[in-house]
């Protein structure tokens, strides 16, 4: 494992994943992680060195924006942030004679087991700064702001930092390179929100309010944030565009597959031996990326499910149908589930099945924006069966409950928040009936795990040892 | 007052948005930095340099997780509890903090030095358990390394340093 950077005593500083060390056998080259291979790609001359700000600056004296899209286009570039829709066609939605118009770079980043876009943010800044700079020049925005969740604060210093550096160079402010284009570049920091993610509360945030969705449409394309014409990509998305215009579309479709072309950074977490951030090139198996990157289950143990695309996926189990499934938008979705942000979360043998969905539950009740009903209440409710569960107090009408409840929330959610909620009742109930029977039935967990939290024998790999057993809450 | 303290920081946050709505979040970041929370004089304090209503304010100060409308302690200590934290030795972290600490997750030790929390994902799940002290990242804590933590901070805030609960505070 990498170094930590110790602060005064105790670990801090950025969050990384593997370095160089670990060579990736399923990439020459990384694109998004880039520090990866150059550990200080962060710093603006490292950067230069390596050809950074040069595709820019070609793009903006020598390439019309309508190219830039077109290229993008080409490339096939789905958006990272989660629902993968096609970049370039998405920048080509944006109205020529309304102006200003804003570039919003969303790294809002607060889905479960989602970390990919936090070590671009600390290690590898200027490469999504430069993909700002060129789709602001592409769409015609001359204003943008990275929209960073407060928790981040490192991350935020960090941008602000390399924007600096950046100013300092002349790549951002007026007349880039000795062309007409103008664009500035503002952190803006969020303060704790998940809802934040989704792109219409943020920009209700970014104005100043509350962070509520907004009803589609109007989309932020024709009226976002001020009410204008808006772009809001997610931080992998853009800092896959110098690569893309450098290299070209043909490039950027040599990884992948046809209809999900490039790579994607995932994380994974929970119960594997080497958890971290890894660049995939789209379509390798899910049983590939758990067993060769991320080294499989830890010892002793065996895989009991996943969830693929951070809390809001559906989950995935222990068949070959599953773990053969090849990590694209098309796959997962064609059973059920999805890629999402790129987050995969991995639990063992020795989980509860009725902790773990009460856990999930938890995060969307506490993140819930309370502006509709089936997802303020019925994230509340769902959440108070899982705890009866829990606690040893389940009734065998929970199940049936449960499943109502779903059922009432699903299509009725006014954003997909709330819809999210009902995954892992949905997955648990699907595939864990059983255990959950057995856990009302016993009035305990059938696998012996210790009640109320936490649920894990300290088994080894438990990263916390020796301390305390939690009072009874 | 704010608006005369940090009248130069304040004018390059407005200066960065076309109205100056936009600019809640970070004065709300600076007065809670000031005055520790924020009770019903500091909203207002923000509401007048923003032109806003103050229920506006208000609205906002409730509504993000990272304002504290209630006094916190000079360091929030937050654990991330999440899936896949809480598998990993997020939930013993917070029972080793809590005993040691010897207040629960949620409240303020009575020296008024550290509030627990606990907190949904911050986004650094592979290397649990993770927390942080106002808002800076402790990864991979293990068992013994938290006396020692604990006691690095406390002895920050007796040399008085000047501490940021929101995180705010550029490259020290
Ligand atoms: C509840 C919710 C949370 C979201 N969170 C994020 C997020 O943290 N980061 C992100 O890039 N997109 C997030 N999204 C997706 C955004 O709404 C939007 O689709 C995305 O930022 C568009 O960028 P892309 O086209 O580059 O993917 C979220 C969506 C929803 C519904
Ligand atoms: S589904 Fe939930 S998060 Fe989305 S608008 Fe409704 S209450 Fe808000
Ligand atoms: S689940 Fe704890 S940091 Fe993500």
Redesign the pocket.
Known sequence: METIRYENGYPGGPANGYGSEFPNPFLTEHIVLRNRDYPDIGQIDEYMRRGGYEVARKALTTMQPSAIIDEVKKSGL????????P?GV?WGFIPKDITPKYLVC??????PG?FN?HEVIDFNPHQMIEGMIMSGFAVGATTGYIYI?GEYAYGARNLERAIREAYDKGFLGQKLWGTDFDFDLYVHRGAGA??C????A?LESLEGKIGQ?RLKPPFPAVAGLYAKPTV????E??ANVPMIIERGADWFRSYGTEKSPGTKAISISGHVKRPGNFEIPLGITMRQFIYELADGIRDGHELKFLIPGGA?ANWLINTPEHLDLPLTWDDLAAKGTMLG?GAVVVLDDSTCVVAASMKVDEFFKHESCGKCTPCREGTHFLVKVWERIEHGKGRASDIPLLNDLGKEMLGKCF???GE?AVSPVASALKYFADEIRQHIELGRCPLGASHPMPHVAAAEGSAYTGAAMPPAR | MLADTYASEIAAILSRYPIKKSAVLPLCYIAQDEYGYLNIDHIQEVADILDMPYTDVYEVATFYSLIYDQPVGKWVLQVCDDNPCCFTGAEELVADLEQRLGIQAGETTPDGLFTLQRVKCIGACHRAPVMQANLEFLYDVTPDQVPGMLEDLAQKVQRGETLSVSGRFAEK
Do not use: H, M, Q, W
Not at chain 1, 197 to 200: I, L, P, Q
Not at chain 1, 232 to 235: D, E, K, L, P, S
């Open positions: 789905r958006g990272r942030g989660g629902a993968g829709f970049t998405k969303n790294a809002d980043e607060s889905e989602t876009n969740r998940y809802i993610g989704e792109e219409t943020l969705p809001v990509n997610n931080v998305t853009l809001s942000s954003c997909p928040l999210s």
